[in-house]
């Protein structure tokens, strides 16, 4: 038991040089190795001392001070390149372990790096959202007030609403699905005052996980959309379709909407809603599929994604 615990405290007290010799060479000698010739040459004389001699040292002081207990005879005892051999051995080992740390360091500051560049961008497509819809909004309300509509005062109570939600709702990252539908319907209702009974509207909801959680206002710039570049284009018999499903954590979105224009397909332009939509969906899910198709006089847009892969 006495030789056990003299090898450990043994063991310790080496452990306690290496690793002190380690941090010397990496923290101050190195850099002056790299400086050049001049620089490099008492840097290395002095790593080589304190492998040869200085492992000697210390394993001596240790003697003094009643922590390194001799083992073997006298004839065993190590010398100057046994010391060095032991001493590079430790080196290598405490360096090796060094660089690991050093590069799990790395890697998670790059990884937080890269979740600080993703939130700055969120933040900067939700500046561009808000203020979009609000626009958007408030033209809605101009084009009542102009008509000096009896509806005008029913449409600020429900702008009223959307600005509350804006307010309150958007600073989280993720807010409950059954939040972002009552803004959809704040929205068509607010629309619904605009076409009055000119515009047929439908809505069908089928959430079977109310738990379900999402970006706010990822989905109405959709709604948005069939209504401006759409609905308000479409002279007889306009409609918007709308359709939300969410079951076994799968999303689907789809958004119909007449358009009044039988020309031949045409590439679809993203506007700044559109376009946002589809930028978040890149940071923020893996696994989501998004695709605009105009048939005829129909514009569609389907939205899919698997609320489980959220980053």
């Known amino acids: 038991m006495e030789n056990a615990s003299a090898i450990f405290w043994n063991q310790a007290w080496w452990l306690c040089f290496i690793t002190a010799v380690t941090i010397l060479f990496y923290e101050y000698l190195l850099p002056y190795i790299r400086k050049g010739i001049l620089q490099a040459i008492p840097a290395i004389l002095l790593t080589i001392f304190l492998f040869t001699a200085g492992a000697s040292l210390w394993r001596y002081l240790g ?43 790395l890697k998670s500051t790059a990884k937080q790096l890269q979740l600080a560049k993703q939130a700055a961008e969120l933040n900067y497509l939700k500046s561009q959202t808000n203020p979009h819809f609000l626009f958007n909004t408030l033209n809605n309300i101009y084009a009542l007030a102009l008509q000096k509509s009896d509806r005008t005062a029913s449409s600020v109570m429900q702008l009223s609403k959307i600005l509350r939600f804006m307010l309150y709702e958007t600073n989280t990252p993720l807010i409950p699905i059954e939040k972002e539908v009552q803004i959809i319907q704040d929205y ?49 018999a306009p409609f918007v379709r709308i359709r939300l499903t969410v079951f076994n954590d799968q999303l689907n979105f789809v958004v119909q909407n007449s358009t009044g224009d039988g020309s031949p397909d045409e590439p679809i332009k993203e506007n700044i809603g559109l376009s946002n ?33 959220h980053v």
């Open 277 to 309: 939509i589809r930028r978040q969906l890149e940071l923020l899910y893996t696994d989501y599929k998004i695709a605009y198709k105009k048939e005829g006089t129909v514009f569609n847009a389907h939205l899919y994604i698997n609320t489980k892969t």
């Open 63 to 105: 003697i003094g001070i009643g922590i390194h207990t001799p083992l073997g005879s006298p004839e065993n005892s190590m010398s100057l390149g046994d010391h060095m051999a032991n001493s590079l051995g430790g080196f290598l080992y405490i360096s090796i372990i060094r660089h690991f740390y050093r590069y799990t360091q």
């Open 188 to 236: 068509i209702s607010l629309e619904k005052l605009r076409y009055d009974e000119q515009l047929t509207i439908c809505f069908d909801i089928d959430i079977q996980q109310p738990s379900t959680r999402i970006p706010p206002l990822l989905l109405i710039p959709l709604v948005e959309n069939a209504f401006k570049h759409g609905s308000a284009e479409t002279i007889e």
